[in-house]
């Protein structure tokens, strides 16, 4: 209790401070805001944007489909809270577990690789074309993003971008206040989108890593199956140099590549993700504190040795030693286990 109670006091006082290693690299600290009672909380919380608006809320329980203007109000309520930071919001990720009440939904006997995500919006374009609209409306008022979830497929950005135009000149014709065109992106969280990443580079105007699903479909692994638990880890080897890949990828055509997914949230993998050169992170509102309080404590080049020693690493287990090694003489790393006297974080996948 003496020592949580002691770290409670350091994360405090590095609340208002900015988000620079003691060696002076500076890492974007994003938000992840899953319901509308998280605005607020991730602008206090200093978040300099938003890196990932999950709108699946806006279905669940609803006996019918919202309406663009329902879908827009929301949008640029997002992001007038964020004037001076980008704000992505994510499409309707619906699928595997995440079909609502308003939908039609098929019966699938695997539904985590079935019809879900930007393949249900594709094929659905009376449900994706409103969202579309409210989006391109939202981004009058605000620094707005659009990201396409599950993406493994080049046409994939194309025909959305295609909707897109479409819509922004129909919007356009019709008088009705919006952008003109958005900022498209892609969320990384497939293998296939992992090894296309150099494609995907040309047609995206940025990259945000779910490291959750990926991790879940390199592994081949159900994240949901407890007998299969320590075999879900975004520490493996093979999600490792998938995460490298990505960065790489999006670097040598000069576009941005954050992450939105878990391991951002949690302290020891975060260090991971700073050292394969990831210097945007999103995370649950909850964490923003204690990621800043780790990043003023970590060298940038701690970090970066960790994770060249990880790339060629064996196991899971090996990448956990290499990272508590670098991070041992700046960072007691009991405090980093998820288990250990660390205020509760409420990460999400």
């Known amino acids: 209790m003496s020592r949580r ?38 602008v206090r919380s200093g978040a300099e944007g938003v890196g990932l608006v999950r709108t699946e809320f806006l279905l669940t329980g609803r006996t019918a489909l919202p309406g663009e203007n329902d879908q827009a109000d929301y949008f640029r309520r997002v992001a007038t809270a964020f004037p001076n930071h980008p704000v992505t919001i994510r499409t309707f990720d619906l699928g595997g577990d995440k079909f609502p009440v308003a939908f039609d939904s098929p019966m699938e006997a695997n539904p985590f690789l079935g019809w879900r995500s930007i393949r249900v919006c594709l094929d659905q374009p009376e449900v994706f074309r409103p969202q579309l609209r409210a ?88 994240r949901g199956n407890a007998r299969l638990a320590s075999r879900f880890t ?50 649950a509102p909850p964490t923003l504190h204690l990621m ?19 790339l060629d690493a064996d196991s899971p287990a090996d990448v956990d030693a290499i990272l508590k090694r670098h991070v041992a003489p700046h960072v007691d790393v009991h405090l980093l286990d998820p288990h250990g006297p660390l205020p509760a974080r409420g990460a999400r996948a």
């Not at 208002?16 to 909380?41: C, F, H």
């Not at 008022?141 to 129909?170: F, K, Q, W, Y």
Request: net charge negative; hydrophobic share 50%; glycine share 6%.
């Open 292 to 310: 800043k309080w780790l990043i003023q404590r970590i060298p940038y080049q701690a970090c970066r040795n960790a994770a060249s020693e990880a």
């Open 5 to 42: 109670r002691k770290l409670e006091l350091e994360i405090e006082a590095v609340a208002d401070q900015p988000s620079v290693t003691p060696d002076g690299q500076k890492i974007r600290l994003m938000a992840n805001v899953d319901l509308p009672e998280e605005i607020d909380l991730a």
């Open 234 to 283: 975004p520490q493996d080897p093979a999600v490792v140099r998938l995460l490298k890949q990505v960065l790489d990828a999006a670097a040598a055509r000069g576009i941005e590549c954050g992450v939105c997914g878990e391991m951002a949230s949690e302290p020891l993998t975060a260090v991971l993700l700073m050292g394969l050169g990831y210097t945007t992170l999103s995370v």
């Open 135 to 222: 989006l391109l409306r939202a981004a009058v008022h605000g620094n707005v993003r659009v990201m396409l979830p599950l993406v493994t497929r080049v046409d994939e950005i194309l025909v959305t971008r295609d909707m897109l135009a479409e819509e922004a000149l129909s919007l356009q014709r019709a008088g009705v206040p919006a952008a003109r065109s958005l900022p498209l992106g892609a969320m990384m969280e497939t293998p296939a989108a992992a090894v296309i990443a150099d494609r995907l580079a040309l047609v995206c105007d940025f990259f945000s890593v779910g490291t959750n699903d990926l991790t879940q479909y390199t592994m081949a692994v159900d």
